[in-house]
């Protein structure tokens, strides 16, 4: 593929997401339908598209690529199943399977990376699941503050895991990405990474929110930005392909 091929291709993916991102928001907004679920597919295909792009771009066939891309793929296919069908417990936890598989695949390439970047370093420190664990305790504080999270409710375990996982995707992709930089190579690859990283985490912890309470579902500069972050940051991760991982 040719550098011009690449370029018009990755930023007709970018245009085309950022169009349909307002799109799908404004169709969503009274409820799951044929309109917002197009949408949404179609930003979902360009972040993957953009990752693939990346790949075929650069040859990059490293095992961080590789497991960057299968949890791209899988979030592909958590998207398409939450939003499948309003209501269903079903499709809804099979997107939830999938998303949390994402992270789960995300951690996978950082740890890859890190091999890479910092070899002889463990992949989770002490402290980094220290972080972790703190800033869940702080968001559960949060809501119970806001009486808008009941610790009875056996889904809260279910979540405790997922924001387990979720966290410490987020603190290792700003980690990797920092190692990626100070290894001396090219600063926007630590960056993409670690921002993309921060906004899925971000975005995720938006959703809770929009779940917790009806006065929040109303929210719609919150929907706004959960949306908004989550496809910027999904996009971030892909263009990481671009970088780390090329010896």
């Not at 009806?214 to 996009?235: M, P």
């Amino acid at each position: 593929m040719s550098q011009t091929m690449y370029i018009s291709l990755t930023v007709a993916a970018i245009i085309i997401e950022a169009i349909f991102t307002p799109l799908f928001l404004h169709f969503q907004r009274p409820g799951i339908n044929k309109k917002s679920l197009t949408c949404k597919m179609i930003c979902a295909t360009m972040f993957l598209s953009i990752g693939f792009l990346a790949y075929f771009y650069t040859g990059n066939s490293s095992e961080f690529a590789k497991f960057m891309l299968i949890g791209l793929t899988s979030s592909w296919f958590g998207d398409l199943f939450l939003h499948l069908k309003q209501g269903c417990k079903v499709t809804f936890g099979i997107g939830f399977v999938f998303f949390a598989a994402a992270h789960v695949l995300y951690l996978i390439s950082y740890s890859k990376a890190t091999e890479l970047y910092a070899p002889g370093r463990k992949f989770l420190t002490i402290p980094e699941i220290l972080i972790a664990v703190v800033i869940i305790v702080i968001f559960y504080l949060i809501l119970k503050g806001r009486d808008l999270i009941n610790f009875a409710s056996p889904i809260v375990a279910i979540f405790s895991v997922y924001g387990l996982i979720l966290t410490t995707m987020f603190i290792k992709a700003v980690v990797v990405g920092y190692q990626y930089i100070t290894a001396g190579n090219p600063v926007f690859g630590g960056v993409s990474l670690a921002l993309g990283g921060t906004l899925f985490f971000t975005s995720d912890m938006t959703l809770v929110l929009l779940m917790s309470s009806e006065k929040w579902k109303k929210n719609h500069r919150l929907k706004d930005y959960n949306i908004g972050s989550y496809f910027v940051g999904q996009t971030l991760l892909a263009l990481s392909v671009l970088f780390i991982g090329l010896t």
